[in-house]
């Protein structure tokens, strides 16, 4: 009596031993997903690059000039003051236009990807507190950076002022 319980004590071991490993195939067929998601968001990009350089190698005709009036730069914007360090990008200036902040630096290479391909000298810079800024443009004065922020709001909603 004392061997059938040996025995099938052992069993159920071993049972439980061979059951509780992970999935190699589960693992790949999530790095496969994300390997495609990757490569389909590169087409795009490169889709829309293709297009753009059909659309500024077509002649245009000359069309009269017409003003655009701006809204006055207010001298009291609010710019967000933060220590960050740069990395990656040519360097920063006193003023920058943050349009992407993210905890995984991944996530802001794409953004700096995107933005490089839309004629951006992006940048990457990271806080005290881990997070990754992307920066679409820097500048010395505070107007040009106001100005620039409020373009680039019609496609980057949430664009701030990050003052270094």
Request: glycine residues 4%; aromatic residues 8%; positive net charge.
């Amino acid at each position: 009596m004392k061997n059938y319980i040996v025995l099938g004590a052992a069993v159920c071991l071993a049972f439980a031993m061979t059951s509780c490993k992970s999935s190699e195939s589960a693992y790949k067929k999530a790095y496969e997903r994300a390997r495609a998601q990757q490569a389909q968001q590169e087409e795009t990009v490169v889709a829309q690059t293709q297009q753009t350089q059909e659309f500024v190698q077509q002649p245009q005709q000359v069309t009269p000039v017409q003003t655009v009036t701006t809204a006055p730069v207010v001298a009291n914007e609010n710019a967000r003051a933060e220590n960050v360090t740069l990395v990656s990008g040519a360097g920063l200036r006193a003023y920058s236009v943050v349009v992407g902040s993210f905890s995984v630096k991944t996530n802001a290479e794409g953004l700096q990807r995107t933005l490089n391909n839309s004629g951006y000298q992006a940048q990457i810079a990271m806080n005290p507190n881990g997070m990754y800024r992307v920066i679409a443009s820097t500048f010395d004065d505070m107007g040009s950076a106001v100005q620039s922020r409020n373009v680039l709001r019609q496609q980057y909603p949430d664009a701030w002022l990050l003052r270094k």
